[in-house]
Nanobody
Framework: QVQFVESGGGLVQPGGSLRLSCAIS????????IFWYRQAPGKEREMVAD????????TYSYSVKGRFTISRDNDKNTIHLQMNSLKPEDTAMYYC????????????WGQGTQVTVSS
């Protein structure tokens, strides 16, 4: 009943920028955060950023803080991740989901969107 559709990934050079979008259908649970996660081949999934709809509070992992910005559209059904100053280590499949906390994946995963940072 809740679905996520990620888009906006692509190939970019180090130092470049991308803007990811997460279109949300259905209604997420009360008091749930919305997260951007990423997973590189052979590595564990990690949280990149989250936003709490009540007040639009945001949190970032140390590795992306100051470079990435998570935001929500006025219609509340689309979450964005503006990624600047991209580094090769940002290369991963990016997903969004929602949950009570980091690691609580409350809904089925979308297809993700691939971000590749390479010269």
């Amino acid at each position: 009943q809740v679905q996520f559709v990620e888009s906006g990934g692509g190939l970019v050079q180090p130092g470049g920028s991308l803007r990811l979008s997460c279109a949300i259908s259905g209604f997420i649970g009360s008091n749930y955060y919305i997260f951007w996660y990423r997973q590189a081949p052979g590595k564990e999934r990690e949280m990149v950023a989250d936003i709490f709809p009540a007040g639009n509070s945001t949190t970032y992992s140390y590795s992306v803080k100051g470079r990435f910005t998570i935001s929500r559209d006025n219609d509340k059904n689309t979450i964005h991740l503006q990624m600047n100053s991209l580094k090769p280590e940002d290369t991963a499949m990016y997903y969004c989901n929602a949950g009570r906390y980091n690691g609580h994946y409350a809904y089925p995963w979308g297809q993700g969107t691939q971000v590749t940072v390479s010269s």
